[in-house]
C-alpha cells in the first residue's frame, strides 16, 4: 500500500514513511492509494469475529509492507486489552467508546500509533519529537499511549482554560517524555501552531519531527476498526451488555425503534470536530461493513453541516462550547475527506446537523431521566443532531448508534448539575490525583521554537 498527498505534489511514500512524518512534505495529509475492501469471508463474518480479530482484517491491508502479520498481532493485543461495546439505550445504540485507559474513543489510535512507532523505529539511533495539538481528549490519549516510549518525547499542545480540569491531568500529569503546553488561544491556533513548526526549516533540521493527531494516518487507520466490528454486530442483530465502564444507573434497556434489526446496516452519529473520526467511519463503510451511513453532528462550530447543506466549505473561528473537543472551526480532516470523495458523494454517505449548548444540556437532563444513562456533552450532541434529523424525515427509522466518544464522568462539571452524580471508572479516579506540569505560551511559533529548543 502506498500512501499519496492530498495536495498531490508530493511522492507516494510507505506506510511507514507516512506514519513517521505525519505532514506530506508539501503540507498535505496522508492518504492511502486505495482503500481496501474486506473478503467476502471478512464480510458475513463481522458479526461474530473478535474484536482483535476483526482489528488484524482491518489494519492488515493498510500496512502489510511494513508491519509483520505476527508483529501487528502483538500491536493489535497490546493495544487493545479493551474493546468497544454496543450497549441498548432508550430507543437506540450507543457505541461506548470510552472503556480505554483515558476513557475517550483517542485511546483506539493513539495505542496503537505508539506501538507502531516503536517497532517502526526500532534501531533508530535520533529521537523523535511527537508534536500534537489538542482540544480536549486527544492529548490524554497519546500522553498515555506513548509515556515511557523509548526515543519518543512528546509535546502537546492546548488551548489554555478550554479543557476540564481532568483532560489537563491526563495532558499534563505524567511527565517523563510528556511535556505540556497551555497555548493562549483556541484549539485552531494550537493547530495552526503545529501546521507551522512542521513547515518551519529550522525545526526540522533540528529535531526529527512527527505528529499524533488524527492528520497521522496511522492514528485514522485503527478506528474504522470499532465501527466494522459495531456493524457486523448490529447487522447480526444484536446488542452487547453493559461494560464496566457503562455510565447508567438503573435498569438496562430493551431495544427500541431504532435498535439493531438483522440483516439491516446501522447508521452512525458522530460527534464530530477534526473530522477524523467519521473519516474513520468512512473508510469502514468503503471496505465493506454493513453500515448505512452517518450523521455528522456538530456543536455551534458548523462548518461541515453548513458545507454539506450548501456544497460551499466556508473555514471559521472556533467558539468555545460546553462540548470542547469539537471546538473546531477549520476540520483538517475534511481535506482528507475531499479527496476521497465529492460533495455529492459526501451527500450520499452524510447527513449533517449542529446542536446549541442549551439543547446539549437539555438532552443530557432527559436521557438520565428517560434511559437512566448519562450522556458526556459530546455524546449529548449526537443524540440531540440524530433526534432532529429523525423528526424532519431527514434520516429514516431504522438501525442507529449513537457513539460515546468520551465517558461523562471526565465533564462532570457539566454533567453533575444535570444529572446528579456520575459513576466515575478506575482510570479516572487515578487521574483526578495527578499534578499538573504545563508551561503556558503565546499563540506566537517564537514560543513554541523557544520551548522545543
Not at 477534526?274 to 453500515?291: C, D, Q, R, S, V
Not at 448505512?292 to 461541515?304: R, S
Amino acid at each position: 500500500m502506498r500512501y499519496y498527498s492530498t495536495r498531490k505534489q508530493s511522492d507516494p511514500v510507505s506506510f511507514a514513511r507516512a506514519a513517521l512524518a505525519g505532514l506530506a512534505p508539501d503540507g498535505g495529509l496522508f492518504v492511502p492509494e486505495t482503500i481496501p475492501e474486506y473478503s467476502g469471508a471478512v464480510k458475513t463474518s463481522l458479526g461474530t469475529m473478535a474484536f482483535h480479530e476483526v482489528a488484524m482484517e482491518t489494519i492488515r491491508p493498510y500496512v502489510q509492507d511494513d508491519i509483520p502479520v505476527p508483529v501487528l498481532g502483538g500491536i493489535i493485543e497490546s493495544a487493545y486489552p479493551f474493546t468497544a461495546p454496543l450497549i441498548a439505550v432508550g430507543d437506540r445504540m450507543v457505541l461506548e467508546l470510552f472503556h480505554g485507559p483515558t476513557a475517550a474513543f483517542k485511546d483506539f489510535g493513539a495505542r496503537f500509533m505508539a506501538r507502531a512507532f516503536a517497532y517502526l523505529r526500532r534501531g533508530e539511533d535520533r529521537p523523535l519529537r511527537i508534536l500534537v495539538a489538542t482540544s480536549g481528549d486527544t492529548g490524554g490519549a497519546v500522553a498515555d499511549g506513548f509515556f515511557g516510549v523509548e526515543g519518543i518525547d512528546v509535546t502537546i499542545l492546548y488551548p489554555r482554560g478550554r479543557v476540564s480540569p481532568l483532560q489537563e491531568r491526563q495532558i499534563a500529569g505524567l511527565g517523563g517524555n510528556i511535556s505540556a503546553a497551555a497555548v493562549e488561544g483556541s484549539f485552531d491556533d494550537c493547530q495552526a501552531l503545529v501546521k507551522a513548526a512542521f513547515a518551519d526549516r529550522g525545526l526540522r533540521e533540528r529535531h526529527e519531527l512527527s505528529s499524533a493527531n488524527s492528520i497521522n494516518v496511522s492514528r485514522l487507520i485503527p478506528q474504522a476498526v470499532y465501527y466494522a466490528a459495531a456493524a457486523g454486530t448490529a447487522f447480526d442483530g444484536r446488542v452487547h451488555p453493559d461494560g464496566e465502564a457503562t455510565p447508567r444507573k438503573g435498569p438496562s434497556a430493551v431495544p427500541g425503534t431504532n435498535g439493531p434489526v438483522r440483516g439491516h446496516p446501522v447508521r452512525f452519529c458522530v460527534p464530530s470536530g477534526n473530522f477524523g473520526n467519521l473519516t474513520a467511519g468512512l473508510y469502514a463503510m468503503e471496505m465493506g461493513a454493513p453500515i448505512a451511513g452517518f450523521i455528522a453532528a456538530t456543536n455551534i462550530n458548523k462548518t461541515v453541516p453548513e458545507y454539506l447543506e450548501s456544497g460551499i466549505y466556508n473555514a471559521m473561528p472556533s467558539k468555545a462550547t460546553i462540548s470542547n473537543a469539537m471546538d473546531v472551526g477549520a476540520p483538517s480532516n475534511f481535506e482528507r475527506m475531499a479527496s476521497h470523495w465529492s460533495y455529492d458523494e459526501m451527500k450520499r454517505r452524510i447527513r449533517g446537523a449542529f446542536v446549541s449548548d442549551e439543547a446539549t444540556r437539555e438532552t443530557i437532563r432527559d436521557v438520565r431521566g428517560k434511559a437512566a444513562y448519562f450522556l458526556d456533552p459530546h455524546g449529548a450532541v449526537g443524540w440531540q443532531a440524530a433526534d432532529t434529523l429523525l423528526a424532519g424525515g431527514i434520516v429514516p427509522q431504522g438501525p442507529l448508534a449513537i457513539l460515546g466518544t468520551a465517558h461523562p464522568a471526565k465533564f462532570s462539571e457539566v454533567v453533575e448539575p444535570l444529572t446528579g452524580p456520575v459513576p466515575v471508572p478506575p482510570s479516572l479516579r487515578e487521574a483526578m490525583d495527578r499534578t499538573i506540569h504545563s508551561s503556558v505560551i503565546p499563540n506566537d511559533l517564537a514560543a513554541l521554537k523557544a520551548l522545543l529548543g
